[in-house]
């Protein structure tokens, strides 16, 4: 299905950073894929808006801050269940930077999530306690963006939460599936299609994109 683009379409781009790719702290599987699909699509768009996942040393996601526990195991916190995390995207480190070749010149907002110590955040709208918000809604509503097609990693966890947080605060979202890929653990990667499905989250593949001029 063609879906022609607006010039108030954003393209949301999640957590292209080092620490994710291959090598990475906490690799996704071809994760280096999504460079070139995304770059062609940051021409395409009026606007480019790039989350970038922030973490301090002390992180509560990290294991290796929690005594006797490894990576990919789950913890009850606070606001519930937190999964576990190799320590990944430490402030101002290389792995927090954005991928090599990452090139997207009309990026107009990056937005930082994960920097509080004891709250994660996958969303790029909502931290994980489920209360404290990024700013972004706000951003978007207030130059009056209102469609939004996320693309990045990991699909199964930053983009998913981010596209469901989309459409639950009234925004159209749709996830660019090509120029994404997933971490996939436990079942994650067919769970969040699902929610996504029911949320009312497209699906779409990059090819179907084109400019508006
Ligand atoms: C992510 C796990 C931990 C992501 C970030 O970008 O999907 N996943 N931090
Ligand atoms: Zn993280």
């Given amino acids: 299905m063609e879906m022609p683009l607006l010039p108030d379409d954003v393209l949301l781009v999640v957590d292209v950073q080092r620490d994710f790719l291959p090598g990475g702290a906490l690799a996704v599987p071809d994760g ?14 009026g606007h480019v808006l790039l989350t970038q996942d922030w973490h301090p040393a002390e992180h509560v996601s990290f294991a290796a801050n929690h005594i006797d526990r490894a990576p990919f195991e789950q913890v ?16 101002g480190s290389d792995g927090a930077g954005f991928a090599p070749g990452l090139d997207l010149p009309r990026a107009e907002l990056v ?13 790029a709208f909502t931290e994980a306690d489920r209360r404290t918000p990024t ?4 951003y ?11 693309v990045g990693l990991a699909t199964d966890f930053c983009v998913a939460w981010s596209a469901l947080d989309a459409a639950a605060s009234g925004f159209e979202a ?8 997933a971490i996939d653990t436990q079942g994650s990667l067919d769970r969040a299609w699902r929610a996504m499905g ?12 084109h400019g508006w001029a």
């Fill in 32 to 45: 280096d894929a999504v460079v070139a699909p995304i770059n062609r699509l940051g021409l395409l768009f």
């Fill in 76 to 91: 009850e916190l606070p606001y519930g269940q937190q999964m576990l995390w190799p320590t990944h995207c430490v402030q």
């Fill in 111 to 123: 937005i930082r999530k994960g920097f509080r110590r004891v709250v994660d955040s996958y969303s």
């Fill in 135 to 138: 700013g972004l809604a706000g």
């Fill in 140 to 150: 978007l509503r207030e130059r009056g963006l209102r469609r939004l097609f996320l």
């Fill in 174 to 181: 749709h996830v660019v599936e090509d120029a994404c890929r």
């Fill in 198 to 209: 029911e949320a009312g989250v497209g699906r779409i593949d990059s090819h179907a994109l």
